[in-house]
């Protein structure tokens, strides 16, 4: 088994790999949003070592996991904090018989989602019947987002202020002149002079522009200053910017749809409820949203419940409704009021890591159902989401075909959910480092969640509180205690063919020492340790480190000298993104201390 001794150059191959993933955007890890997912090529490397033995093979595996299945057959991988379920993905890919564990139900519909596509597949003609679901939603509530004949993608809204760069047409920037607020397209790098009043103006996507008094509210506290309209010309899709001061029709537009998009919207109030009291949901009570339902915009309320009856009542077997389901919470990380609009890109970004709760105080609220067909006319819609799914299963064509593997991903605790009766490999990749709350990041996607709990089989009934307070993280006073007996329930189920692998990293000796103890009390012993990247690189949902280790045990059979490769990797990782490499060397260090500690190993 090559896992207990993988040599440098494969690993160093593994890390260059990573690059490639440009921040893991291969096409099967891209159906539905998650946070700190690992690199596949991580995932492909323990896969392949475990199995194989010879480095030929595994570096064949890299970049193909299907050679993998003939040796994986009837073997289990068992993963207890699977995340969005890139491990259990790859896992599969694989051919290996798959089992997950997530506390958090977002977490498990992106990882359902992802198996289903690998292990059997889309269902027969599940383009064509996207195409129906968004044609017959469009067609209940399309006039929400239609101006005079015009698609509208974005409606621009504030909390108070505005920017005056507001987007970007054929290199030319989009811009809204702070005096008179006429929209115009300018050359200027940093100052324009507006051509209806001759004033000048700095051009910035900071919001620096006081709305006119006049400005229609369109979702409570939000102010409606500009749209987008697209309409189809020439055989293309032409697009412009309209300012709510150019027409009064645009504004009773905006007023007359946003109340009947309130009336439409106005039952999902009661089933969303109000917020969790989730980590850092202040910001949120600081902007006066406190029902889950002001998260989203009348307008997009509407859309999302339009969809959910149609997908009802299209939808032919549950694999369907977890797909269409799904794609409406991977929408709501751009369709939602906590999206940020970036002028520069002309487009919503999704809020990421622990910015997630702090709400934007100008941004666009985002058409779901902007397409032309399956092809999405703005960022993040639905058709975007479904379309993903679809390159998903193109991509898994592309490496071998489905697997027809048994999968199977709950949500549950792994302190308290039942385990496989036995798996061959185990990989633990509990949460460390700035991340405090999964359940706060993923609160937008938890409650788009819950407008389709009639639709497919997952408990939504929880409160996200509730889900925040049991999972597991370094920094709680009874992380130890439950730590140690998760290490005793998967010494339970592993023999001594089996490897478990522990994907984790901290600069404290102390941490590292706590971590690893409990594997010594339970008969799990170190064989190996490697350096690996991580996961991209954010600055805001990890500490400084870039890398991870992975640290390979074994049960019952201690080994005096473990392998290890660390410095080396490192230094291939310099080239590839940006690193303290002092930083990383520190944590292999502390990591060596108390494993020599714990385990007495050379």
Not at 188 to 211: D, H, M, Q, R, W
């Amino acid at each position: 088994m090559l896992l207990d001794s993988i040599p440098s150059d494969l690993v160093f191959e593994a890390v260059v790999r990573t690059s490639e993933e440009k921040a893991r955007r291969i096409p099967i890890h891209m159906v539905h949003r998650w946070w700190s997912r690992r690199f596949a090529a991580v995932y492909r490397l323990i896969l392949g070592a475990y199995l194989l033995n010879d480095e030929e093979s595994v570096r064949e595996a890299l970049g193909c996991p299907s050679v993998m299945r003939e040796r994986s057959f009837g073997k289990v991988f068992f993963e207890p904090f699977a995340g969005g379920g890139t491990g259990l993905a790859e896992a599969a890919l694989a051919g290996f018989n798959v089992y997950g564990l997530d506390i958090n139900p977002v977490a498990v519909v992106a990882a359902r989602t992802s198996l289903l596509i690998v292990s059997h597949g889309l269902p027969n003609n599940f383009r064509m019947t996207c195409e129906q679901v968004l044609a017959k939603t469009r067609r209940k509530v399309g006039g929400l987002w239609k101006f005079n004949g015009k698609q509208v993608t974005y409606i621009f809204v504030s909390r108070g202020r505005a920017p005056t760069w507001l987007s970007r047409r054929k290199k030319k920037k989009v811009v809204l002149c702070p005096y008179c607020f006429k929209i115009f397209e300018s050359e200027a790098i940093s100052n324009a002079i507006c051509p209806f009043c001759g004033k000048e103006f700095e051009v910035t996507n900071k919001p620096v522009a006081t709305l006119v008094p006049n400005a229609p509210e369109v979702a409570p506290g939000w102010r409606a200053f500009a749209v987008e309209l697209r309409w189809c010309a020439d055989g293309g899709w032409d697009k412009e910017y309209r300012s709510v001061v150019e027409s009064r029709n645009l504004m009773d537009w905006l007023r007359d749809t946003a109340s009947k998009a309130r009336e439409l919207s106005e039952e999902l109030d009661e089933v969303l409820g109000d917020i969790a009291k989730v980590h850092e949901v202040s910001r949120l009570k600081k902007a006066n949203i406190r029902r889950a339902s002001d998260i989203f915009a009348p307008h997009q309320l509407a859309s999302f419940a339009a969809y959910a009856e149609v997908v009802k009542s299209v939808a032919r077997s549950e694999e369907e409704r977890l797909l269409f389901t799904a794609a409406a919470s991977e929408a709501a990380k751009c369709c939602s009021l906590l999206a940020k609009w970036y002028s520069p890109l002309g487009e919503c970004v999704p809020a990421s890591g622990v910015k997630a709760l702090w709400v934007p105080e100008y941004t666009a609220i985002t058409n779901p159902l902007a397409s032309n067909g399956i092809n999405p006319l703005a960022r993040g819609t639905l058709a975007s989401a479904l379309r993903a799914q679809l390159k998903a299963a193109s991509y898994v064509e592309q490496v071998g075909g489905t697997s027809n593997v048994f999968s199977n991903i709950i949500v549950g605790d792994a302190l308290e959910a039942s385990y496989p009766k036995n798996a061959d490999l185990v990989v633990l990749d509990p949460p460390y480092g700035k991340i405090k709350s999964y359940a706060s990041l993923s609160l937008t996607h938890f409650y788009s969640l819950k407008m389709f709990k009639d639709l497919i089989d997952l408990e939504l009934t929880q409160n996200l509180y509730l889900i925040e307070n049991r999972e597991l993280s370094p920094e709680k006073a009874d992380f130890q205690e439950k730590w140690e007996k998760i290490i005793e329930k998967i010494s339970r189920i592993v023999h001594t063919k089996s490897r478990v692998v522990l994907i984790f990293n901290a600069l404290s000796t102390t941490q590292w020492t706590n971590i690893l103890e409990p594997f010594k009390d339970h008969k799990l012993y170190p064989t190996a340790t490697y350096w690996v990247l991580g996961e991209a690189p954010s600055g805001v949902t990890i500490s400084n480190l870039r890398g991870v280790h992975l640290i390979i045990f074994r049960k019952n059979k201690k080994r005096e000298k473990l392998h290890i490769v660390q410095n080396e990797p490192i230094s291939v990782a310099t080239n590839i993104i940006r690193l303290d490499e002092d930083i990383e060397k520190e944590s292999c260090q502390s990591l060596l201390t108390a494993l020599r500690k714990v385990f007495g190993v050379q």
